[in-house]
């Protein structure tokens, strides 16, 4: 198993940015891929955007591609969403999550991966 931690959530006007971040212990962190999905009130999670062990593939949700960037810091454990040109509908509670890696398969659903975070709250004004 391996705990998740995230960080960064707040209030933000439309249009803005914020740069939310995962940390993760007690496994060993390259050997998994991770992800990120929200939660809005009301609304079923949801898949945001995924990168492999090594960082060299990621896969975004069509809502965010292009505003959205997904990165990770082997050497800090740590998995960053970088978020820009928020809309209100980006609203939500944001969840990273962690599978053990399968090869260069990237996991789209939340039931692939077994490991979550306790989420951050991001609020988005318009």
């Known amino acids: 198993q391996v705990q998740l931690v995230e960080s960064g959530g707040g209030l933000v006007q439309a249009g803005g940015s914020l740069r939310l971040s995962c940390a993760a212990s007690g496994r060993t962190f390259t050997a998994y891929n991770m992800g990120w999905f929200r939660q809005a009130p009301g609304k079923e999670r949801e898949f945001v955007a995924t990168i492999l062990w090594s960082g060299r593939i990621v896969f975004y949700a069509d809502s965010v591609k292009g505003r959205f960037t997904i990165s990770r810091d082997n050497v800090k454990n740590t998995v960053y969403l970088q978020m820009y040109s928020l809309k209100p509908e980006d609203a939500a509670v944001y969840y990273c999550?962690?599978?053990?890696?399968?090869?260069?398969?990237?996991?789209?659903?939340?039931?692939?991966?077994?490991?979550w975070g306790q989420g951050t709250q991001v609020t988005v004004s318009s």
């Open positions: 999550a962690a599978h053990l890696s399968r090869g260069q398969r990237l996991a789209n659903t939340s039931a692939e991966y077994d490991n």
